[in-house]
């Protein structure tokens, strides 16, 4: 028999017949995949999403059992990593709302009959902008199925986080002093680390947030500050 359950032999002979009975026994199996997408810009379902902090991303988890007896008592956990937030009230199983508890104790989601399929959804929402720095940060998510007498399985998914630099700005744009007299600057945006140019300044250029050169004679100075591929001039 190639599933379980109770089945029935019959033998007969001339006008009698009896019957066997015959206890099939099988035995349930889990697969689990793990897919994203991310709401805030629309984007397809993928094993590995773009994203911008703040965004909203949906975690979908594909559940089948691949044996051939029924997976009873089938659990279902999340383990979300450090920047993604569990948004309340946003899981479905096969797209009916079901009570929170996937990332932290885990959801019940039943008896599962052999080659059946449940997906579960539920929503993150994505650190914002502070917590990240310059470039790309990748998130690792893992989605866990277990259930009574079944060993537990796991898939994960990735959500690589993307954060630009602001636009660099060199300030004060304009300023007019005297020769020999301190001209300060400072720089806001670009990555965090700065670098200066001031030619015929004293010095010449320098790092850091603030610089200030003098000038020896009159006329119109630039002093430029350059940070990653950005530059601006005051």
């Known amino acids: 028999y190639g599933s379980a359950g109770t089945r029935y032999i019959t033998v007969t002979s001339g006008s009698q017949t009896d019957v066997c009975t015959v206890q099939v026994q099988g035995n349930a199996a889990l697969s689990i995949t793990k897919d994203a997408k991310n709401i805030t810009t629309g984007s397809g379902e993928a094993n590995t999403v773009s994203a911008a902090p703040n965004d909203t991303i949906e975690f979908v988890l594909r559940v089948t059992n691949t044996g051939n007896a029924n997976a009873t008592g089938t ?16 899981t479905t199983v096969d797209g009916n709302g079901v009570s929170d508890g996937v990332t932290s104790v885990g959801i019940n989601i039943g008896t599962l009959t052999p080659n059946q399929t449940k ?14 720095p310059i470039g790309t940060t990748s998130l690792t998510n893992t989605g866990y199925a277990r259930a009574d007498g079944v060993n537990q399985v796991s898939d994960t998914a990735f959500v690589s986080v993307v954060k630009n630099p602001q636009t660099l700005v060199c300030d004060p744009v304009n300023q007019t002093v005297q020769i020999n007299q301190d001209a300060n600057a400072s720089a806001t945006g670009g990555t965090g680390s700065y670098s200066w140019s001031a030619p015929n300044g004293n010095p010449s250029g320098g790092t850091g947030v603030n610089f200030t050169t003098k000038y020896g ?8 500050v350059t940070s990653g591929s950005q530059t601006d001039v005051c």
């Open 119 to 132: 997906v579960i959804r539920f929503r993150v929402h994505v650190a914002d902008d502070s917590q990240f």
């Open 75 to 90: 659990i279902v956990s999340d383990t979300l990593p450090p920047r993604l937030t569990y948004i309340a009230n946003t």
């Open 217 to 224: 004679n009159a006329g119109t100075r630039y002093i430029t």
